[in-house]
Every structure is written in structure tokens, then in C-alpha cells.
């Protein structure tokens, strides 16, 4: 059974730093496409970024441009999400997902496996 399981979320004040790792177990992992997403209270998941299987590859919301940096080790089948300069609109529950191939898409409906989430709050 492949599984994505997040971590790192928190609680940071404005202008601090987090890094959300995804941990994919039981499927192959360095030839699919990963995003991460996110869902703030009472708003639909919107795209926050993605990456193909090396990384060559990227794509990131207008909102996170020049902030966040997504990465990933194929060799510990995880990818990444550093997120610097946060402020208190990045406050969501962040999910990373695996795509259904070797791409990536802004779409959600690219991807088939999401992990359960973790929670990020940026105060003030």
C-alpha cells in the first residue's frame, strides 16, 4: 500500500522558516512527478508547487515565488518544502501528493496519492 506521509508543519511567527518533508513508502518514488498543496479554513486546496523526478523541473504559486523551494531525495524516496519568509496567508494545512507519471501539473486532478497533511500556522 503506497503511502505519503508529512511532517514539519508547526506553529512559526511571521518571517520565520519551516521545512515540510513527504515520506512515500510502498511505491516507486523517483519516477513520478511530486506537488505539494495546501488548504487554508473555509478556502479550496490551491497549488503551491511541484517538481519532476530530478528536480530539473520546477513550478511554484506566484504567492510562494522567491520563498519556498521544493526539493527532493530520490534516494530516501521524500521530497521537501522549505519555506522561508513566511507571513500569516501561508497559514494552511499542507499536502504533498504524487502524480500520476513522470509531470506535473498545477491541476490536483494530476495526482492520485495525497498524504494526510500538516498543519502550518503563521502568526503575527
Known amino acids: 500500500q503506497v503511502q505519503l506521509v508529512e511532517s514539519g508543519g508547526g506553529l512559526v511567527q511571521t518571517g520565520g522558516s519551516l521545512r515540510l518533508s513527504c515520506a512515500v513508502s510502498g511505491s516507486s518514488f523517483s519516477t513520478y512527478g511530486m506537488a505539494w498543496f495546501r488548504q487554508a479554513p473555509w478556502k479550496e486546496r490551491e497549488f503551491v508547487s511541484a517538481t519532476n523526478w530530478s528536480v530539473a523541473s520546477t513550478s511554484y504559486a506566484d504567492s510562494v515565488k522567491g520563498r519556498f523551494t521544493i526539493s527532493r531525495d530520490n534516494a530516501k524516496n521524500t521530497v521537501y518544502l522549505q519555506m522561508n519568509n513566511l507571513k500569516p496567508d501561508d497559514t494552511a494545512v499542507y499536502y504533498c501528493?504524487?502524480?500520476?507519471?513522470?509531470?506535473?501539473?498545477?491541476?490536483?486532478?494530476?495526482?492520485?496519492?495525497w498524504g494526510q497533511g500538516t498543519q502550518v500556522t503563521v502568526t503575527s
Open positions: 501528493a504524487r502524480s500520476r507519471g513522470n509531470y506535473y501539473r498545477t491541476a490536483a486532478t494530476t495526482y492520485n496519492l
